[in-house]
């Protein structure tokens, strides 16, 4: 972790799973799905059974997304432009689960026939510009992120635990999409993927700043440009690939960890993707000495975002102290007029720790010079594509301009996606 | 461009560099050299001091007021180097003047501190040495020399001054000084170096910003303080330094330009 963060916390995180306060609600959001301009397949009040297409893009109409719980639809709002705002069900526990379904996937086109018919290829993200994949595209190669990028992060290995066997036929699943490597990335330890053929290859990344993260594995074992794309994926989408292959049913649960300097036990919980993190929450916050509200993050401390649900691609949920509202200091005279809060990002001080926390070869200082001003072909010279926000944030916690670069280059990704 | 600042929640976190901590770390690191040389000074050196700080201050307040910004404090960083670098005796207004044209035309006019492209302090000494007959720079003393130590120690470990600068004009210095008159007179160049090495050609702000762009700034910089040094022997003008200070700074653009241009070139080779 950085030095000194505030974030550190008091209790360690528990690598234990636990089932969890049971979860009313689930939702698919389109915080998580930018771009993304939905055709609904269903109305308020219908019911859905785990599994049932609710929505399908459409730009692709192939890619189907699946209701992760069977249930009530209770809202279904659409936000700026068509997008998707949320997609609200409520789960109903007495309501008929659906049959096991047999599967085939033996063929390229019966994986990705059946990943994208069961709602499983939204797991799969591009690497450039980090959207889900087109459903005729083909990478050069498959990333499976099974490393944790922070030390409250769920450890893969123990998440893993039981359903090896799942998470393994998903491997050998996606191995049979592309004629490349299929990289599974861990922490160094024993090889989840060992003995699956020469395609599926284990790699392994020491404990480190950014290590855990997609965009420095790919960028060790497989860079991208503009001519070259890889997909990644998480750990648990992919044992969730297996279990449809094995059992036949759709299985949407998630483990993920429940920490911050407010969880009243870290450790890591069994839910849903999309859950409300309301539920979830609701007796695990630890009061604040100091009577302050605690806010809920949806991610880790550094790239997470405050939240109601669990994001699709969220393994953390982070509890942490709202700051003490600010009292109104008036007086101090003439002074008072100078005093105001930052309105936008301040100057760049190029410091070492730029340097140290953004990694990739990329020089950090004109790298963030051009992101600030939206220069898209600098920042792709400079090699922008081989990021995605996740990657950024590190280094926005130790600049000085307190920018969200993050924010930056996806509007710089946007930019470029729309060009080529 | 708006909304582009981290939300609240993760500004709070920030525990790394901000604005107002770089300040803070600037004015701590010479607060050692200042004493020193008040000390060995006295009342002299406290009026330059205070002529310094009032001028700075008040195109600070002047340019904030207009621009509607929160005070940064940074120009009381640069009025105690402008103070250290000028002599006691120099007359009071002209104190006052290099110090308004330093921060004026050395940062304010580009928006602020971060923003420009050379040392504040450094503009105003050179203005000062070009504008007033007869006016000089003080020179360094081993006591000023020894105090500086800390505050480089505290800024390299901070990493606001890169140690890839430093080495490099230390190299091209001890190399420069060895051609001349042996290993003699190396401890005599590097009390006269030492300030204005760490404050005014490490400003980071000022200096190249990739990492082999800071090689070949720190031995542009040193190679300038040779040809500019008028001083006979081993001991090197103040002047020297302010102005290849301010060269160099002009020309860290086309320095980074060059740099930024060969990692692209083998960032193409290596990823295709």
Redesign the interface.
């Known amino acids: 972790m ?6 550190d916390q008091t209790v360690p995180l528990e690598q234990v799973i636990d089932d969890g306060m049971p979860v009313e609600r689930i939702a698919l959001l389109g915080a998580d799905l930018p771009g993304l301009r939905p055709r609904l397949l269903c109305e308020r009040g219908d019911r859905v059974q785990r599994g049932q297409p609710v929505f399908v893009d459409r730009a692709h109409p192939d890619i189907v997304f699946v209701a992760p719980v069977s249930g009530m639809v209770e809202q279904a709002t659409l936000g700026p432009r068509r997008s998707l705002s949320a997609l609200v069900i409520r789960a109903e526990p007495g309501s008929k689960e659906p049959g096991p379904v047999t599967v085939a996937a033996s063929t390229a086109t019966d994986v990705r026939t059946m990943l994208l018919a069961h709602g499983l290829w939204p797991g799969l993200l591009t690497r450039p510009y980090g959207r889900i994949p087109a459903p005729d595209s083909t990478p050069d190669a498959i990333f499976v992120t099974a490393t944790a990028d922070n030390p409250h992060a769920p450890d893969p290995r123990l998440a893993l635990d039981g359903r090896n066997d799942m998470f393994r036929s998903g491997l050998k699943a996606l191995a049979l999409l592309i004629a490349g490597p299929v990289h599974v990335c861990q922490s160094p330890g024993a090889d989840i993927a060992a003995d699956l053929g020469d395609r599926i290859r284990g790699s392994f990344f020491p404990a480190g700043p950014a290590s855990g993260l997609a965009g420095s594995h790919i960028h060790r074992l497989h ?3 503009p ?2 794309m890889v997909w990644s994926i998480g750990y648990q989408d992919v044992a969730a690939i297996g279990a449809l292959i094995e059992t036949g049913i759709p299985d949407f649960t998630r483990i993920v960890s429940l920490t911050g300097p407010r969880a009243s036990r870290p450790r890591l919980v069994r839910t849903f993707t999309g859950a409300s993190l309301q539920d979830l929450t609701r007796e695990e916050i630890l009061p604040a000495r100091d009577g302050s509200a605690a ?1 809920i ?1 949806s991610g880790s ?2 790239a997470g ?2 939240a109601s649900w669990l994001g699709r691609y969220h393994q953390q949920i982070t509890l ?1 102290s ?2 003490p509202a600010r009292k109104e200091t008036a007086g101090w005279g003439l ?1 008072a ?4 809060p ?12 730029l ?2 926390m953004l990694g990739f ?1 990329i ?1 950090a ?2 790298f963030l010079r051009a992101l ?1 001003v ?1 220069d898209a072909e600098a920042a792709s ?3 922008c594509l081989e990021l995605v926000e996740e990657d950024l944030a590190a280094v ?5 301009s ?3 670069y993050g ?2 280059l996806r509007h710089v990704l946007d930019e470029l996606a729309e060009d080529a | 461009m708006t909304g582009w600042l981290l939300d609240p929640h993760r500004m709070r976190q920030r525990a790394g560099w901000t604005p107002g901590r770089v300040t803070l770390a600037q004015m701590v690191a010479l607060a050692a050299p200042v004493g020193v040389k008040l000390v060995e000074q006295g009342m002299p050196m406290a009026s330059v001091l205070v002529a310094a700080l009032i001028a700075s201050l008040i195109w600070e307040l002047a340019f904030a007021a207009i621009r509607g910004r929160s005070l940064t404090w940074h120009s009381a960083g640069t009025a105690l180097i402008i103070a250290i670098l000028v002599p006691p005796a120099t007359p009071l207004w002209q104190v006052a003047m290099a110090a308004s044209f330093g921060m004026v035309f050395g940062e304010l006019v580009f928006g602020g501190r971060g923003y420009g492209i050379v040392s504040a302090a450094a503009a105003a000494a050179g203005f000062l040495v070009f504008s007033f007959s007869g006016a000089g720079l003080s020179g360094s003393s081993q006591a000023l020399a020894l105090a500086t130590l800390p505050g480089a120690a505290l800024l390299l470990l901070g990493g606001l001054v890169s140690w890839r600068v430093l080495v490099s004009v230390i190299a091209v210095l001890l190399v420069a000084g060895f051609m001349q008159d042996g290993t003699s007179g190396l401890p005599e160049t590097f009390v006269a170096v030492a300030f204005g090495l760490v404050f005014l050609i490490g400003d980071p702000v000022a200096g190249a910003s990739t990492q082999l762009g800071r090689w070949v700034f720190g031995v542009l910089a040193g190679l300038l303080i040779v040809v500019f040094d008028t001083m006979a022997g081993p001991d090197v003008a103040t002047a020297a330094i302010v102005f290849a200070s301010l060269l160099a700074s002009l020309f860290a653009p086309l320095i980074d330009h060059f740099a930024v241009a060969l990692i692209v070139r083998r960032r193409r080779i290596a990823h295709g």
Not at chain 1, 396 to 400: A, H, K, L, P, R
């Open positions: 950085l030095p000194g963060f505030r974030t860079p991208v440009g001519q070259r806010i993050l401390p550094l975002r405050p942490l709202d700051a002074l007029r100078f005093k105001r930052p309105s936008r990002p301040g100057p760049i001080v190029p410091t070492a720790a340097e140290k070869d020089p200082v004109p600030s939206g010279r400079l090699g926005s916690m130790v600049c000085t307190g920018a969200d924010r930056m």
